[in-house]
């Protein structure tokens, strides 16, 4: 049951929790439930739902759970997960250029100076001036960056199995699917 149906009466469907007032309905063994803040007129006006029930929210409650796990994962190979993310986009050949990098990454090029030198101090990374423009920094992933970089996939694999235990196979490839279309949507790489 989950935190909000805890407080909703069995016998009327509707309970009350911090202020606001729960209605919801049972259609085939489901539960749908809208908030409206207590003392509100019953009918008529829009029934607004909690914070939680928005898939932004859950997103971002399971997004940084998911993060504090794999980056605990990955962790004890000398490794963050924006730096994974910097050998995902090498990998992928969605730039090399650090300047490049830091606008498919979405963060600030100093930044990616730093991932930079970590990967290249594991030598996950080599750095050699384009000799096109030799004020700018190539990155390529080493054959060790690539082992590390399957190392840290089979640690996702792993992960997600245990995030979509509760699954059906098809029902993780959905939301699989789903995750992907909402990633490729907002430009992100989907593997």
């Given amino acids: 049951m989950s935190d909000v149906s805890a407080d909703v009466s069995a016998e009327d469907g509707a309970g009350t929790r911090a202020g606001t007032r729960y209605e919801g309905r049972s259609a085939a063994g489901s539960s749908s439930f809208a908030a409206r803040p207590a003392g509100a007129a019953g009918g008529g006006g829009p029934v607004v739902p909690p914070v939680q029930a928005s898939t932004v929210f859950r997103l971002g409650v399971l997004g940084a759970v998911a993060t504090e796990r794999f980056a605990a994962a990955v962790e004890p190979h000398g490794l963050k997960p924006k730096q994974v993310g910097l050998m995902i986009v090498l990998s992928e050949g969605l730039a090399a250029s650090q300047l490049d990098v830091a606008r498919v990454m979405g ?85």
Wanted: proline letters at 4%; aromatic letters at 2%.
């Fill in 107 to 191: 963060v600030a090029p100093s930044l990616v100076v730093g991932f930079a030198d970590h990967l290249e101090g594991l030598g996950a990374i080599r750095r050699t001036r384009d000799p096109a423009d030799r004020r700018r920094q190539l990155l390529t992933l080493t054959d060790h960056g690539r082992e590390l970089l399957d190392t840290c996939s089979a640690l996702a694999r792993d992960l997600d199995a245990e995030f979509a235990e509760g699954l059906s196979e098809q029902e993780h490839a959905v939301l699989a699917g789903l995750l992907g279309r909402l990633a490729a949507d907002r430009g992100l790489p989907t593997g």
